[in-house]
């Protein structure tokens, strides 16, 4: 009991619980429904980076191509006129980490800042890919015929209904990382992170577990991006922007890198933030900007606070 | 595609590959010595584009601007060094990545709220508005020849200081091992500054010069931001050779791919598909490239020693 006490615990059971209960207190209504589960969808893909960013200490800059994926693969479906979900939810899943798994066999080569800027460049590949279909009316988007039925039912179109699914996706996603992360392999996974030479004088190879890490949070950022395309009715390639990528990045760090919960809380903060701002004020990048900075600069453990992650730095410098 | 056709886009190309490297020089060498990546780097160079436009076009004469313009983009630069990047220099790349991130935020936005979203129009430079007939049905732009050749001497002048003088061999010796480099007496800090100032005039001196020739809009250094990574990565990290050759090869294949590459897909696809895979490969080119190069060498193609 003492455990589930804990910060970077509470913070994310106590976030999971607001989610659940948002809808009866008050915010059932039609804008409060549309922002909740874009933040759901974005935390999902949060967290999955965060597998990556903070389990395995892989900064990818570009999250959003698998997201982009997601979405793409249930517009392309939908414009073949398949819009069963049961079909389109787990292509999805499986072209994102399909596509993770070939770019990851290459990316995995590289480290620290060269990977950051290898994912991006791959992130890049991927939008102008996207901005170039034009069957999927290219820079411009395609907007969906509806959304997708599960097994003939049309559970995703009743607000309330997709607010929970989406919940539901995304408190599994949190577990399956939060399970994968407590287990021998998240265990190889940061003991690579910290020091690469120790463990493979271990006998372990770091690269199979970083490109499985890899492929599985690409394969979870596949699903909120079905889901994402679902919840706008509308894929466009800015859902796989590089600015897309950062966002995905920060709500990570804002949360808490040194935890796996911190990702959800960061999401939700992010979303809540930008949105809250962008409807009080036209110019309101002027004051989110900053404050972007400010937290990067003065909360380094995120906001589930924790390690002082400042620590790695040096710890890098002293095994190079 | 005629000889005179290929000539224009190695031009081109050539004149891209050299604004790219004054963006790439700074960002280059603040990340070898400093091991800080600058994202808002971008933003300067818009910002270069943007005063030098708004100088240039209230003063009457597009040099008057230029020359306004550097002053004001190295203190932008001290100032942003100042206000927000002193504070990362101790931390991992991607608390940087993601704080120089919401700097181009706050650039973007403030410039889009000062000037407007619609592109800044620039008049062609007095004295550079018409073109040079270089051979038989071919004439060039003469102010995108200024381009080549001023990007070539700022090129030159810094392979000057960074390879021949004092000043250089200490940057140098900060970018492979910098607690060494203080170790021995020198304020890397005082170096650092100079380091940030200067690649942040570069930029905005890469800016005021594309201004004429491409649009000046909010968002345009993002694009340059990318391709300048590209740059630098493919070059190896805090390598001035480096970042010359790669930007060279990368305003090639950037604008011989989009010349080409529609006529090359014309050999296995109709007329209108061609021209959209066409563009899409072309795009996608230089990132497949830098893809390459890293999985060929993982650090590049001149990595700055780093024992």
Not at chain 2, 3 to 16: H, K, P
Not at chain 2, 153 to 176: F, T
Request: hydrophobic share 60%; net charge positive.
């Amino acid at each position: 009991m003492t455990r589930l006490l804990r910060p970077s615990l509470l913070l994310p059971l106590l976030a999971l619980a607001a989610l659940a209960a948002a809808p009866f207190l008050g915010f059932g209504d039609r804008f409060a429904l549309t922002l909740l589960s874009r933040a759901m969808i974005l935390g999902m893909a949060a967290v999955s980076l965060s597998l990556l960013v903070g389990g395995a200490g892989l900064a990818s800059l570009g999250h959003a191509a698998m997201m982009g994926i997601g979405a793409y693969v249930v517009a392309a479906l939908d414009l073949a006129g398949i819009t069963e979900g049961a079909i389109a939810f787990p292509a999805a899943i499986l072209a994102a980490a399909a596509f993770a798994g070939i770019t990851g066999l290459v990316a995995l080569r590289t480290s620290g800042v060269y990977f950051i800027m290898i994912t991006l460049a791959f992130g890049q590949m991927l939008f102008f890919t996207l901005s170039a279909l034009s069957a999927l009316g290219g820079d411009d988007g395609y907007t969906l015929y509806g959304r997708n039925t599960f097994l003939g039912a049309d559970i995703l179109t009743p607000r309330l209904s997709f607010h929970f699914i989406c919940l539901g996706l995304l408190a599994a996603s949190w577990g399956l990382c939060a399970m994968l992360s407590r287990s021998r392999f998240g265990r190889v996974l940061r003991a690579a992170r910290e020091t690469p030479l120790r463990v493979e004088a271990l006998g372990f190879s770091p690269f199979p577990y970083r490109l499985l890490a890899y492929v599985i949070a690409g394969g979870i950022a596949g699903l909120a991006g079905a889901l994402l395309a679902n919840a706008m009715e509308f894929v466009s390639p800015a859902v796989a922007s590089w600015p897309r990528s950062a966002e995905l990045l920060f709500m990570v760090v804002l949360g808490g890198v040194a935890q796996l919960p911190g990702a959800l809380v960061g999401a939700l903060a992010f979303v809540l933030l930008e949105e809250g701002l962008a409807h009080v004020m036209s110019a309101w990048k002027l004051v989110f900007g900053p404050l972007l900075v400010l937290a990067v600069i003065f909360l380094p453990g995120g906001l589930t606070g924790g390690l002082p992650w400042r620590r790695r730095k040096q710890e890098r410098r002293a095994d190079a | 595609m005629t000889a005179s056709l290929l000539m224009l886009q190695l031009l081109n190309g050539l004149q891209l590959g050299i604004l790219l490297f004054l963006v790439a020089a700074g960002l280059t060498l603040v990340f070898g010595v400093m091991d800080f990546i600058n994202l808002a780097h971008g933003a300067q160079y818009m910002l270069g584009a943007y005063l030098a436009a708004s100088i240039g076009g209230a003063l009457g004469s597009f040099w008057l601007g230029l020359l306004a313009a550097l002053p004001l983009s190295l203190a932008f630069g001290l100032a942003l060094e100042w206000l927000v990047f002193r504070h990362l220099y101790a931390r991992d790349h991607l608390a940087q990545v993601l704080a120089t991130f919401g700097v181009i935020l706050v650039i973007d936005e403030g410039v889009r709220q000062l000037w407007g979203s619609a592109p800044l129009n620039v008049p062609q430079p007095e004295g550079f508005s018409g073109g040079i007939t270089l051979m038989a049905g071919l004439t060039y732009p003469s102010f995108r020849l200024a381009i080549i050749v001023a990007g070539l001497a700022v090129a030159a002048l810094m392979w000057l200081v960074v390879e021949r003088s004092r000043l250089g061999m200490l940057i140098r010796a900060g970018a492979s091992n910098a607690p060494m480099v203080r170790a021995l007496g020198v304020d890397t800090g005082r170096l650092f500054l100079g380091v940030i100032g200067v690649g942040a005039m570069l930029a905005g001196f890469a800016g005021a010069m594309a201004g004429p020739v491409f649009a000046v809009v909010p968002g345009m250094g993002d694009q340059v931001l990318i391709l300048a990574f590209v740059v630098i990565v493919i070059g190896g990290i805090g390598s001035i050779r480096g970042a010359f050759i790669a930007a060279l090869a990368v305003g090639l294949v950037e604008s011989l791919g989009r010349a080409m590459m529609p006529e090359l897909m014309r050999l296995f696809l109709d007329a209108a598909p061609a021209r959209q895979a066409g563009a899409a490969v072309a795009s996608m080119l230089v990132y497949a490239v830098m893809a390459a190069v890293l999985a060929w060498r993982p650090a590049g193609l001149f990595p700055a020693a780093r024992a």
